[in-house]
């Protein structure tokens, strides 16, 4: 696969006849075999690369971003507290979604110290869980009659469930809220996530290992970054997972492991891909006028974006993470150096470092290098970077990720990490993406600042 630049910016991911051909090189496209569907060959443009054309430089292509900025967020502070949170252990539990959901829905309320009896209202996040999952959670906890949403947003379900809690509370409808996510991928069988093959991007043959392979060879090509960058991110998140018992991934591996391990989409490897886990976490979010009831020192949202991306490719222009960045840190009143510790999207290694970019917690081009260097780890070296483990060890049950991520911030700024526990982790930062929809950027970004009331 590679992406060919057409004219001016427009640009197209493409599938190559033979191999990809080095960077600026000069194709030519015929009309080719694409795939086999029920209909028989499907058949559409195929590029290979032209030895006669003359190689165009790498710096004249445009890199201006487009006009998508996000709109600014609305209002002061969110006046919300984070009440409770928990998330079941990460892995093959054998237990369908929605009694998963109900177990961690369960125990984010015990954790809050509040009687299910005091939950107004329910929002359920899923990715691939069949419908209803939270009416077939009410099997497993006592919320019939009340408010009950569902909520699908790819990767993002349960930060956007997260969100609608929050939305709930701000308008005054709830005062105290459980969002929950779960996703059982494991049980349902594993492999890839399925993509619409209806979509122009998919609909060619990527994957979305493939996308973040071409995510990673651009970042490469772009800063002369060796491999052993992307392999020191699984390194460092199998290092920090040790001391998480509800991670699926806590064996240590080293660099070469990582590289050696069965070949994915080039240059990832397995290791390099978050692995399929079947889990569930939640958060139970209530009005600031109740954090005097928590048994907990409350922990503030003091800013929650949610966006989609923009019909656009992921390697013109800027990125949707680095504009809800913006207006996030705007609304909290921080800039990217007051953050001490960050929970960020990494399913696939390349994404651990081309976010830490676009978050603005390093300068572009350079995360690679300061990872291998050791930064990231915490006070002068730079935020942490995923105590938890990260996608990569934590695991991935899709809807259950981003209050996973919640789970661990919160129990940062409470001072609950155990072993993993930081000195200080000052201001806390969620990032989580949600992508089927490859025209798109992503489906789904949230981007939300946390921190302890002091």
């Known amino acids: 696969m590679g992406v060919v630049e057409l004219a001016g910016d427009l640009r197209v991911m493409v599938r190559f006849q033979d191999e990809a051909p080095d960077h600026g090189a000069v194709a ?53 507290t984070v009440a409770g949170v ?116 998919a609909g ?30 699984v390194v460092r998140s199998r290092a920090n997972a040790v001391g998480n018992e509800k991670a699926f991934r806590r064996g240590t591996v080293s660099r070469q492991e990582v590289l050696a391990s069965r070949p994915i989409a080039d240059p990832l490897t397995l290791f390099q891909c978050a692995p399929n886990a079947d889990g569930a976490a939640a958060v139970v979010v209530v009005a600031d006028h109740l ?57 696939f290694a390349p994404a651990a470092l081309t976010n830490l970019e676009y978050l603005g917690l390093a300068e572009a081009g350079t995360a690679g290098h300061r990872l291998m260097a050791g930064d990231f780890a915490g006070g002068s070296t730079g935020a942490m970077l995923n105590p938890s483990g990260g996608l990569l060890s934590r695991g991935h049950p899709p809807g259950a990720t981003g209050l996973a991520q919640v789970t661990e911030l919160v129990r940062q700024l409470r001072g609950e990490a155990g072993d993993r526990q930081l000195a200080d982790p000052g201001v806390a930062l969620l990032h989580t993406m949600g992508g089927t929809v490859l025209e798109l950027e992503t489906n789904a970004c949230t981007i939300g600042v946390l921190r302890r009331v002091r």
Not at 164 to 186: C, F, Q, S, T
Not at 207 to 225: F, I, W
Not at 309 to 331: E, I, M
Request: with cysteine; proline share 7%.
């Open 291 to 347: 954090a005097g009831r928590l048994p907990h020192p409350p922990v503030q949202i003091a800013a929650l974006g949610l966006h989609t991306g923009l019909t656009k490719d992921r390697f013109t222009g800027g990125s949707v993470v680095q504009r809800v960045a913006r207006s996030v840190y705007a609304q909290a009143g921080i800039d990217a150096r007051d953050i001490g510790v960050v929970e960020l999207h990494d399913a």
């Open 86 to 201: 928990a998330t079941t252990a990460f892995g093959r539990p054998d237990l369908p979604a929605e009694e998963l959901a109900g177990r961690a829905a369960l125990a984010a309320v015990a954790d809050a110290g509040l009687s299910p009896h005091d939950v107004d209202a329910v929002v359920v996040g899923s990715a691939f869980s069949t419908a209803a999952l939270g009416q077939r959670m009410l099997r497993h906890v006592p919320w019939g009659g009340r408010r009950l949403v569902n909520v699908e947003n790819a990767c993002a379900s349960g930060t956007s469930a997260l969100a609608e809690a929050v939305a709930l509370i701000r308008a005054g409808m709830a005062d105290v809220v459980v969002a929950v996510g779960a996703d059982v991928p494991v049980r349902s069988g594993g492999g890839l996530i399925a993509l619409d093959q209806d979509d122009p991007v």
């Open 28 to 80: 030519t496209v015929r009309t080719g075999h694409l795939r086999d569907d029920e209909t028989g060959p499907v058949v559409g443009p195929v590029f290979a690369a032209d030895p006669a054309g003359e190689p165009v430089p790498s710096g004249s292509r445009d890199t201006g971003a487009p006009d998508g900025s996000v709109r600014p967020s609305h209002g002061g502070p969110l006046d919300v």
């Open 204 to 233: 060619i043959g990527v994957t979305l290992p493939a996308l973040y392979a071409l995510v990673g060879d651009r970042y490469r090509a772009t800063y002369d970054v060796a491999l052993d960058a992307f392999a020191e991110v």
